[in-house]
């Protein structure tokens, strides 16, 4: 199948670690010689003001998702990672952005209201800490109330980051192929 693709999401509270695994999953798909491409998705949305149309700047993260995947698939790509918050729970975004029908594997990853504050405090030093301790709190809230039943929690606290994202690829299946 040439033309299939593949979405792994990994959304989480903000210091629950998605980056960070996102990096750490694609370093070990690189070592298995998997082919994939990974996109950090709170890059897509970055400007200011938002558009007058597109309030939550969610039109502006679909078009700029295209785009990328666009450039990926073309040069063969079938596999995508993508990190954000609330990705899990946005699967038919992802899928227009990519066109078709995508494979989506959404996994969610949990941390106490401990540890991401002490990740917070260690990545934010600028001042915008308070709140994003308090987005990451009521954001952790919404994540577990919303994610659908299907989604694969994984806990990263206390957790190595290299033994977290061999989890997230066991969710995948893509190193069984």
Known sequence: MPDHTE???????SGVGKTTVGWEVSAQLQAAGVSHCLVEGDNLDQAFPAPPDDPARTKMTEANLAALWGNYAALGYRRLIYTNTVSILEPDLIARAMGGTP????VLLTAD????RNRLTAREIGGQLDAHLQRSATMAVHLAEAA???VVR???D???VAVIASEVIAATGW???
Not at 7 to 13: E, P, S
Not at 113 to 116: C, K, N, P, Y
């Open 158 to 160: 206390g957790r190595p």
């Open 113 to 116: 209201d401990v540890t991401a």
């Open 175 to 177: 190193l069984d192929r």
């Open 148 to 150: 659908p039943r299907d």
């Open 103 to 106: 494979r989506i594997i959404p």
């Open 154 to 156: 994984i806990a990263t």
């Open 7 to 13: 979405a792994l999401l990994i959304g989480g509270r």
